[in-house]
C-alpha cells in the first residue's frame, strides 16, 4: 500500500464512533434483510424448478418403463427387463421420498436416497425436502401431492405387473394366450397413467406460478414497509452532517489564523472533509503560482518519490496508532519537474475520545544538505559494490606474479581464503590444466607481462582447487597501468563454465528428446524417418512405420487429472520400448500418440510387431489412487518401400491409417494400401482442409441471413435473425454445409472461420446502418464453435472487430451448441459472462439434445433457448415431442429466458408452437434464407417450400460435432 492509499483511506486508523453507528446500523438492519428475503426466495423457486424437472424425468421414466416390459413381453430378452428395472426405479424412489416426507418425523436419508434415485440433483436435494415439509398443507401443494399419490398407485401396480410377467417367463409360462391378460392390463395402465400425467404436470405449473406470485407479493409489501423508513432515516443523517459540517468549518478559519505569517510551508488536512490547505510559503517551496495549487492528499502524495513511500507510510501509521511524532525526511516533485528534499512534521488534532480529525504541520527545503551528504555516500558505495557485485572470480597481482587482491567468488572457486591466498605466488593458489590434453596450461601472466595486451584464453580449461577437485572455466588476463602507462600488476579473470557446459548438453538432449517420457520426441522421430525413407529409395530397403494413438487416454485425464495422465504415458512408453526388437526407433510424437520405425523390417514381420505391442497395452493394467483403467490403442501401419514416399505423405498415410483403426472400434491396427477406399475417404477429407483454407484466401465465403420470427402479437423488439455461412466452389455454385464442414471441425478449421463470420456481420451490419436511418435489423444471430468459446484471445479479437466496425455489442446474440457449452462448461460460462458485461446476448442452440439439459441450464447464463428441432419437426405426430417442447419451453420461461423453435416446416406446427407459447420461431415454414449485407435482399421470403425441409436450409458451419450435423 503506497502513501497515497494510507492517506486516502485513513479512516481505517481512526475507530468508529458509536454515533456512526447509531446512523448506519438500521441500513445494514434493512440491507441484511433484503438479501436474506432474496436468498430465501431464490432457494424457493430453485426448489420449485426442481419439482418441473422432477416430474419431466417420471414422466419419461415411466414412458421408458412401459415401452421396456412390452418389449420385454414379446422378445423375453433379460436385458430389457433390467431396463424396466431401472426406468421404473426413478418413480419407485420418488414414491419412497414422497412417503417418507409425509411422516410427521420423517427420515431425511431415506427421503434423499428416494430422490437421488429419482435422479433429482444432488444440488436441488435441501430445496426440495423443505419446500416440501413447509408447503404440504398448502393448497396448491396438496392437490401436486394429491396427483403424486395417484401416479404412484399406476407406478405400483405397473411394477407388480412386471414382477409376475418376468415370473411367468422365468418358469417358462409364456406364451401369447398366457401374458395377454398381462400386456392388456399393462395398455390399460398406460393409457390411465397418461393424461393423470398431464394434470400433473399442468398443476405442477400452476403451483409453481402461484408461489412465484406470492413471493413477488411479499417482496413488495417489504418495500412498501422499508421506503418510507429510509426515508426518515435518511433525513435524520443529513441533519446530522450539516451540525457536524459546520463546526468543521469554525475549526478550519482558526488553524488559518493559528499558522498565518509561518516562515516554513504549512500544511493542514482535514481528515473528515478531506480538505487541504497549503500556506503561500508552501506553494513557493513546491514552485507553484500565486494561483496555482493541490487539489487533494492523494495528488500530493503523487509526488513522493517513490523510494520514499514505505518510511512516510510507517511514519505516518506510528503517528495515527500510537501519537509517536510525525517527522520524516522526504522528497517531493516540484513543480519544475524535479525532485527536493524536505523535512515534514506534524501533529494530529483528536477528540476526546482519541479520534484523530486533523492533521496540520510544516516542510522546510534540506536539499542542499541531502546533496552533499548523497556524494559523499555515492563515492564509498560505488566503490564497495562495484567489488561486490562482480560474478565473475578476480585475481590480480603485482607484476612479479605475488597475489594482492581475492574476490570472494575466486576465493570460494580455488577453495582458498583470500587472507591466505594473499602474498602467494599466483600459480601456487591457481593451477590450471588444458581439459583436452591435461598438461598444465601456458603462463597467461608471463604471455600479458611480454605484449603488454589482454589476453583471452577461447578454449576451456579446469580448475585443480585446493582440494583437489576440479571445475571448468573461462579465463582471461588484462596487465594493470600505473599513471605512467608501465604494467604493475595483472588481473585475472575467470568464471565457472560446468553449469553452462551441462545446460548445453541438457538443452542439446531437450531437443530431441520428450521432456515427460525421455522417448525421443517429434522432431527427431521425423528426422530419422526422412534418413529412412530415402535409404528405402536409394538402396531398395523395405521399412515399417506405426502410428499409435491410445484410444481411453482422455478418460486418465479427466477422472484423475494430469499428473495421472503423465504417470500413465511415462510407463507405457517404458512398456513399449521393451517389447521392441533391438534399432526400433520409439518416440512420442505428441499428447497420446507414439510413432514406431522398424528398419529393414518386412510388412509380415510388423504386423506381429504391432499385435504384440496391442497386447502388450491391451494386458497392461494402470490403478491411479486405487482407481483401475484399462488402454486401448489403434495403429496404422505404413510400408516404406521404395515407391518414392515424401516424409508428408507417409505421415499423412499413417495418421489415416490409424484414423480407420480407431473408427473400427479402436484397439487394432490398420495397414495403409495405396487402393484402400476408407483411407482414401479420410484423406478426401484432409483435401477439404486446403479446399476451405483457398476459399478464404479467395474469398468464396459467403453469408446468408434467416429470419427468427415472434410468436407474440405484442413483440417489439425488431427483426431478429440468425446469420448462416455458405461456401462457392472453384466455379462459383453453393457447396453444401455437409461437404466441407465435417472437415472444417476435424483438423481445426472452425477458429478461422468463426472469426472471418463475425468480421464480415459487423462489417455488413456497419454498412447496413450506415445506408439506412432506421436499423434493419436489430438482433443479429451468429454461431459460436467450441472451440472459438475455448480460446481467451477470441474475446480480445471480438472486441476489436466491433471497435473496428463500430457497431453496438447489444445488436449481436451469440449461438453457442448445447453440446459444445456442457463439453467446455467453466469456459463457455467466463465466455458468456464477458460478453454479456459488455452487453451482448446468447441464445443455447439445439437445446434438448444433450442426456443432461435440464441440468447444465442453471450454470449458463443464456437469454434465449433454441429448442432442439429434433422435436419440434415431429411434434404434430409423435404426443413425446410436443411434450418435450412444452417442457423446454415452460423451463425456460421459469428460468426467464426466451424460446426460440427450429425446424418450423409449415404453419401447422406454427400454429401449435404459439399455442403452446414459445416465442420466436425460425424454419422454412417462417422464411427462407437470402444474402446479407449491402448488395443482398435485406426483405425475408416467407413460407418457403416445406419439402425442401429444416435439414438443407442450415449451412451454418458452428455445429460442435458431427451428431448435429447429420441431426440437421
Same mark, same amino acid.
Given at each position: 500500500?503506497?502513501?497515497?492509499?494510507?492517506?486516502?483511506?485513513?479512516?481505517?486508523?481512526?475507530?468508529?464512533?458509536?454515533?456512526?453507528?447509531?446512523?448506519?446500523?438500521?441500513?445494514?438492519?434493512?440491507?441484511?434483510?433484503?438479501?436474506?428475503?432474496?436468498?430465501?426466495?431464490?432457494?424457493?423457486?430453485?426448489?420449485?424448478?426442481?419439482?418441473?424437472?422432477?416430474?419431466?424425468?417420471?414422466?419419461?421414466?415411466?414412458?421408458?418403463?412401459?415401452?421396456?416390459?412390452?418389449?420385454?413381453?414379446?422378445?423375453?430378452?433379460?436385458?430389457?427387463?433390467?431396463?424396466?428395472?431401472?426406468?421404473?426405479?426413478?418413480?419407485?424412489?420418488?414414491?419412497?421420498?414422497?412417503?417418507?416426507?409425509?411422516?410427521?418425523?420423517?427420515?431425511?436419508?431415506?427421503?434423499?436416497?428416494?430422490?437421488?434415485?429419482?435422479?433429482?440433483?444432488?444440488?436441488?436435494?435441501?430445496?426440495?425436502?423443505?419446500?416440501?415439509?413447509?408447503?404440504?398443507?398448502?393448497?396448491?401443494?396438496?392437490?401436486?401431492?394429491?396427483?403424486?399419490?395417484?401416479?404412484?398407485?399406476?407406478?405400483?401396480?405397473?411394477?407388480?405387473?412386471?414382477?409376475?410377467?418376468?415370473?411367468?417367463?422365468?418358469?417358462?409360462?409364456?406364451?401369447?394366450?398366457?401374458?395377454?391378460?398381462?400386456?392388456?392390463?399393462?395398455?390399460?395402465?398406460?393409457?390411465?397413467?397418461?393424461?393423470?400425467?398431464?394434470?400433473?404436470?399442468?398443476?405442477?405449473?400452476?403451483?409453481?406460478?402461484?408461489?412465484?406470485?406470492?413471493?413477488?407479493?411479499?417482496?413488495?409489501?417489504?418495500?412498501?414497509?422499508?421506503?418510507?423508513?429510509?426515508?426518515?432515516?435518511?433525513?435524520?443523517?443529513?441533519?446530522?452532517?450539516?451540525?457536524?459540517?459546520?463546526?468543521?468549518?469554525?475549526?478550519?478559519?482558526?488553524?488559518?489564523?493559528?499558522?498565518?505569517?509561518?516562515?516554513?510551508?504549512?500544511?493542514?488536512?482535514?481528515?473528515?472533509?478531506?480538505?487541504?490547505?497549503?500556506?503561500?510559503?508552501?506553494?513557493?517551496?513546491?514552485?507553484?503560482?500565486?494561483?496555482?495549487?493541490?487539489?487533494?492528499?492523494?495528488?500530493?502524495?503523487?509526488?513522493?518519490?517513490?523510494?520514499?513511500?514505505?518510511?512516510?507510510?510507517?511514519?505516518?501509521?506510528?503517528?495515527?496508532?500510537?501519537?509517536?511524532?510525525?517527522?520524516?525526511?522526504?522528497?517531493?516533485?516540484?513543480?519544475?519537474?524535479?525532485?527536493?528534499?524536505?523535512?515534514?512534521?506534524?501533529?494530529?488534532?483528536?477528540?476526546?475520545?482519541?479520534?484523530?480529525?486533523?492533521?496540520?504541520?510544516?516542510?522546510?527545503?534540506?536539499?542542499?544538505?541531502?546533496?552533499?551528504?548523497?556524494?559523499?555516500?555515492?563515492?564509498?558505495?560505488?566503490?564497495?559494490?562495484?567489488?561486490?557485485?562482480?560474478?565473475?572470480?578476480?585475481?590480480?597481482?603485482?607484476?612479479?606474479?605475488?597475489?594482492?587482491?581475492?574476490?570472494?567468488?575466486?576465493?570460494?572457486?580455488?577453495?582458498?581464503?583470500?587472507?591466505?591466498?594473499?602474498?602467494?605466488?599466483?600459480?601456487?593458489?591457481?593451477?590450471?590444466?588444458?581439459?583436452?590434453?591435461?598438461?598444465?596450461?601456458?603462463?597467461?601472466?608471463?604471455?600479458?607481462?611480454?605484449?603488454?595486451?589482454?589476453?583471452?584464453?577461447?578454449?576451456?580449461?579446469?580448475?585443480?582447487?585446493?582440494?583437489?577437485?576440479?571445475?571448468?572455466?573461462?579465463?582471461?588476463?588484462?596487465?594493470?597501468?600505473?599513471?605512467?602507462?608501465?604494467?604493475?600488476?595483472?588481473?585475472?579473470?575467470?568464471?565457472?563454465?560446468?553449469?553452462?557446459?551441462?545446460?548445453?548438453?541438457?538443452?542439446?538432449?531437450?531437443?530431441?528428446?520428450?521432456?515427460?517420457?525421455?522417448?525421443?520426441?517429434?522432431?527427431?522421430?521425423?528426422?530419422?524417418?526422412?534418413?529412412?525413407?530415402?535409404?528405402?529409395?536409394?538402396?531398395?530397403?523395405?521399412?515399417?512405420?506405426?502410428?499409435?494413438?491410445?484410444?481411453?487416454?482422455?478418460?486418465?485425464?479427466? !477422472?484423475? *487429472?494430469?499428473?495421472? =495422465?503423465?504417470?500413465?504415458?511415462?510407463?507405457? #512408453?517404458?512398456? +513399449?520400448? %521393451?517389447? /521392441? &526388437?533391438?534399432?526400433?526407433?520409439?518416440?512420442?510424437?505428441?499428447?497420446?500418440?507414439?510413432?514406431?520405425?522398424?528398419?529393414?523390417?518386412?510388412?509380415?514381420?510388423?504386423?506381429?510387431?504391432?499385435?504384440?505391442?496391442?497386447?502388450?497395452?491391451?494386458?497392461?493394467?494402470?490403478?491411479?489412487?486405487?482407481?483401475?483403467? !484399462?488402454? *486401448?490403442?489403434?495403429? =496404422?501401419?505404413?510400408?516404406?518401400?521404395?515407391? #518414392?514416399?515424401? +516424409?508428408? %505423405?507417409? /505421415? &499423412?498415410?499413417?495418421?489415416?491409417?490409424?484414423?480407420?483403426?480407431?473408427?473400427?472400434?479402436?484397439?487394432?491396427?490398420?495397414?495403409?494400401?495405396?487402393?484402400?477406399?476408407?483411407?482414401?475417404?479420410?484423406?478426401?477429407?484432409?483435401?477439404?482442409?486446403?479446399?476451405?483454407?483457398?476459399?478464404?484466401?479467395?474469398?468464396?465465403?459467403?453469408?446468408?441471413?434467416?429470419?427468427?420470427?415472434?410468436?407474440?402479437?405484442?413483440?417489439?423488439?425488431?427483426?431478429?435473425?440468425?446469420?448462416?455461412?455458405?461456401?462457392?466452389?472453384?466455379?462459383?455454385?453453393?457447396?453444401?454445409?455437409?461437404?466441407?464442414?465435417?472437415?472444417?471441425?476435424?483438423?481445426?478449421?472452425?477458429?478461422?472461420?468463426?472469426?472471418?463470420?463475425?468480421?464480415?456481420?459487423?462489417?455488413?451490419?456497419?454498412?447496413?446502418?450506415?445506408?439506412?436511418?432506421?436499423?434493419?435489423?436489430?438482433?443479429?444471430?451468429?454461431?459460436?464453435?467450441?472451440?472459438?468459446?475455448?480460446?481467451?484471445?477470441?474475446?480480445?479479437?471480438?472486441?476489436?472487430?466491433?471497435?473496428?466496425?463500430?457497431?453496438?455489442?447489444?445488436?449481436?446474440?451469440?449461438?453457442?451448441?448445447?453440446?459444445?457449452?456442457?463439453?467446455?462448461?467453466?469456459?463457455?460460462?467466463?465466455?458468456?459472462?464477458?460478453?454479456?458485461?459488455?452487453?451482448?446476448?446468447?441464445?443455447?442452440?439445439?437445446?434438448?439434445?444433450?442426456?443432461?439439459?435440464?441440468?447444465?441450464?442453471?450454470?449458463?447464463?443464456?437469454?434465449?433457448?433454441?429448442?432442439?428441432?429434433?422435436?419440434?419437426?415431429?411434434?404434430?405426430?409423435?404426443?413425446?415431442?410436443?411434450?418435450?417442447?412444452?417442457?423446454?419451453?415452460?423451463?425456460?420461461?421459469?428460468?426467464?429466458?426466451?424460446?426460440?423453435?427450429?425446424?418450423?416446416?409449415?404453419?401447422?406446427?406454427?400454429?401449435?408452437?404459439?399455442?403452446?407459447?414459445?416465442?420466436?420461431?425460425?424454419?422454412?415454414?417462417?422464411?427462407?434464407?437470402?444474402?446479407?449485407?449491402?448488395?443482398?435482399?435485406?426483405?425475408?421470403?416467407?413460407?418457403?417450400?416445406?419439402?425442401?425441409?429444416?435439414?438443407?436450409?442450415?449451412?451454418?458451419?458452428?455445429?460442435?460435432?458431427?451428431?448435429?450435423?447429420?441431426?440437421?
Amino acid at each position: 500500500m503506497s502513501i497515497s492509499d494510507v492517506m486516502s483511506r485513513i479512516s481505517l486508523f481512526v475507530p468508529v464512533s458509536k454515533r456512526l453507528l447509531l446512523i448506519v446500523w438500521p441500513f445494514l438492519a434493512i440491507v441484511i434483510f433484503l438479501v436474506l428475503l432474496a436468498m430465501g426466495s431464490v432457494d424457493i423457486l430453485s426448489a420449485g424448478r426442481a419439482y418441473v424437472g422432477g416430474e419431466s424425468l417420471w414422466s419419461k421414466a415411466q414412458k421408458d418403463a412401459v415401452y421396456y416390459l412390452t418389449q420385454y413381453a414379446q422378445n423375453k430378452e433379460e436385458d430389457e427387463y433390467l431396463e424396466f428395472r431401472r426406468a421404473i426405479g426413478v418413480p419407485l424412489g420418488d414414491r419412497i421420498a414422497r412417503i417418507e416426507l409425509d411422516k410427521r418425523v420423517p427420515n431425511i436419508e431415506i427421503a434423499r436416497n428416494g430422490l437421488l434415485e429419482g435422479r433429482t440433483h444432488p444440488d436441488d436435494l435441501p430445496g426440495v425436502i423443505r419446500l416440501f415439509r413447509t408447503m404440504r398443507d398448502v393448497s396448491w401443494m396438496a392437490r401436486v401431492v394429491e396427483l403424486w399419490e395417484q401416479g404412484d398407485e399406476y407406478v405400483v401396480e405397473l411394477d407388480k405387473l412386471g414382477e409376475e410377467l418376468h415370473a411367468r417367463i422365468i418358469v417358462g409360462n409364456s406364451s401369447a394366450e398366457s401374458l395377454r391378460p398381462l400386456l392388456t392390463r399393462l395398455h390399460q395402465i398406460n393409457e390411465q397413467i397418461t393424461p393423470l400425467s398431464d394434470r400433473f404436470s399442468y398443476t405442477l405449473g400452476e403451483a409453481n406460478r402461484a408461489l412465484r406470485t406470492g413471493l413477488l407479493v411479499i417482496i413488495l409489501a417489504a418495500a412498501l414497509v422499508l421506503v418510507p423508513v429510509g426515508i426518515g432515516l435518511s433525513r435524520r443523517m443529513l441533519r446530522r452532517s450539516e451540525a457536524f459540517e459546520h463546526a468543521l468549518r469554525n475549526s478550519e478559519e482558526r488553524f488559518k489564523l493559528a499558522v498565518n505569517g509561518t516562515n516554513d510551508g504549512v500544511w493542514d488536512w482535514n481528515m473528515l472533509t478531506h480538505e487541504l490547505y497549503y500556506s503561500p510559503r508552501f506553494r513557493q517551496l513546491l514552485g507553484f503560482g500565486r494561483d496555482e495549487t493541490i487539489g487533494s492528499i492523494t495528488e500530493l502524495a503523487s509526488r513522493l518519490h517513490p523510494e520514499d513511500q514505505i518510511q512516510a507510510q510507517a511514519v505516518l501509521q506510528s503517528h495515527l496508532k500510537k501519537g509517536t511524532p510525525f517527522d520524516v525526511e522526504l522528497r517531493l516533485l516540484t513543480e519544475p519537474g524535479i525532485y527536493k528534499w524536505f523535512r515534514a512534521r506534524g501533529q494530529s488534532v483528536r477528540r476526546p475520545d482519541g479520534k484523530a480529525i486533523r492533521l496540520a504541520g510544516a516542510i522546510a527545503d534540506i536539499t542542499d544538505k541531502k546533496l552533499a551528504d548523497a556524494q559523499l555516500f555515492a563515492e564509498k558505495e560505488r566503490a564497495e559494490v562495484t567489488l561486490a557485485s562482480i560474478g565473475d572470480a578476480v585475481i590480480t597481482t603485482d607484476s612479479s606474479g605475488i597475489v594482492d587482491y581475492f574476490n570472494p567468488v575466486a576465493a570460494e572457486l580455488t577453495g582458498w581464503p583470500s587472507a591466505e591466498a594473499k602474498g602467494q605466488r599466483i600459480e601456487s593458489v591457481f593451477k590450471v590444466i588444458d581439459e583436452a590434453t591435461r598438461e598444465e596450461a601456458f603462463d597467461s601472466i608471463e604471455m600479458v607481462l611480454r605484449t603488454g595486451r589482454a589476453v583471452s584464453m577461447s578454449s576451456q580449461f579446469v580448475l585443480v582447487r585446493r582440494d583437489g577437485t576440479e571445475i571448468l572455466i573461462n579465463k582471461s588476463a588484462a596487465p594493470i597501468r600505473d599513471r605512467s602507462g608501465q604494467v604493475t600488476g595483472i588481473v585475472m579473470v575467470f568464471h565457472d563454465v560446468s553449469r553452462e557446459r551441462q545446460y548445453a548438453a541438457r538443452l542439446s538432449y531437450q531437443a530431441s528428446h520428450d521432456a515427460l517420457t525421455g522417448l525421443i520426441n517429434r522432431h527427431e522421430f521425423e528426422h530419422r524417418l526422412s534418413l529412412a525413407i530415402k535409404s528405402a529409395t536409394r538402396f531398395r530397403r523395405s521399412h515399417s512405420l506405426l502410428y499409435l494413438d491410445l484410444d481411453q487416454f482422455k478418460v486418465v485425464n479427466d !477422472t484423475c *487429472g494430469h499428473a495421472a =495422465g503423465d504417470d500413465l504415458m511415462r510407463r507405457l #512408453g517404458a512398456l +513399449l520400448l %521393451e517389447g /521392441l &526388437r533391438e534399432g526400433a526407433v520409439l518416440a512420442r510424437l505428441g499428447g497420446d500418440e507414439f510413432g514406431v520405425l522398424l528398419e529393414n523390417c518386412p510388412l509380415e514381420h510388423t504386423t506381429r510387431i504391432a499385435e504384440g505391442l496391442l497386447q502388450t497395452i491391451k494386458d497392461f493394467r494402470f490403478s491411479w489412487m486405487a482407481m483401475p483403467f !484399462t488402454v *486401448g490403442a489403434s495403429i =496404422g501401419v505404413v510400408c516404406i518401400d521404395e515407391e #518414392g514416399f515424401t +516424409l508428408e %505423405e507417409v /505421415l &499423412r498415410a499413417a495418421d489415416a491409417a490409424c484414423y480407420m483403426a480407431k473408427e473400427k472400434g479402436g484397439n487394432r491396427l490398420h495397414v495403409y494400401r495405396t487402393d484402400d477406399s476408407e483411407v482414401s475417404s479420410r484423406q478426401g477429407e484432409m483435401e477439404w482442409v486446403a479446399r476451405i483454407q483457398r476459399a478464404l484466401d479467395e474469398g468464396r465465403l459467403r453469408l446468408f441471413s434467416q429470419e427468427i420470427v415472434s410468436l407474440r402479437q405484442s413483440s417489439k423488439h425488431g427483426a431478429h435473425c440468425e446469420i448462416l455461412l455458405r461456401m462457392l466452389d472453384e466455379r462459383g455454385a453453393l457447396v453444401p454445409p455437409g461437404l466441407f464442414i465435417p472437415a472444417a471441425e476435424k483438423y481445426g478449421l472452425m477458429p478461422a472461420l468463426d472469426r472471418w463470420v463475425v468480421t464480415t456481420a459487423f462489417e455488413s451490419y456497419a454498412k447496413l446502418t450506415a445506408q439506412s436511418r432506421t436499423v434493419p435489423i436489430q438482433t443479429c444471430s451468429i454461431n459460436l464453435s467450441g472451440k472459438s468459446i475455448g480460446d481467451d484471445s477470441f474475446l480480445d479479437f471480438l472486441r476489436t472487430q466491433a471497435a473496428v466496425a463500430g457497431v453496438p455489442y447489444n445488436a449481436f446474440c451469440f449461438e453457442v451448441t448445447e453440446t459444445a457449452a456442457v463439453e467446455n462448461l467453466p469456459e463457455a460460462v467466463h465466455f458468456i459472462d464477458q460478453l454479456r458485461a459488455l452487453g451482448c446476448r446468447f441464445s443455447l442452440d439445439d437445446f434438448g439434445a444433450g442426456m443432461s439439459s435440464f441440468g447444465y441450464l442453471k450454470h449458463l447464463p443464456v437469454d434465449y433457448l433454441k429448442i432442439d428441432g429434433g422435436f419440434v419437426k415431429d411434434m404434430l405426430l409423435d404426443p413425446i415431442d410436443r411434450a418435450m417442447v412444452e417442457a423446454i419451453n415452460d423451463i425456460g420461461h421459469v428460468m426467464g429466458k426466451k424460446t426460440i423453435a427450429e425446424f418450423v416446416e409449415n404453419k401447422d406446427i406454427l400454429d401449435a408452437l404459439r399455442e403452446i407459447g414459445v416465442d420466436y420461431a425460425q424454419g422454412y415454414g417462417v422464411s427462407k434464407p437470402v444474402p446479407f449485407g449491402p448488395g443482398g435482399s435485406m426483405g425475408f421470403s416467407f413460407a418457403g417450400s416445406p419439402g425442401e425441409g429444416e435439414a438443407s436450409r442450415r449451412a451454418s458451419p458452428f455445429l460442435a460435432s458431427g451428431r448435429e450435423l447429420k441431426k440437421r
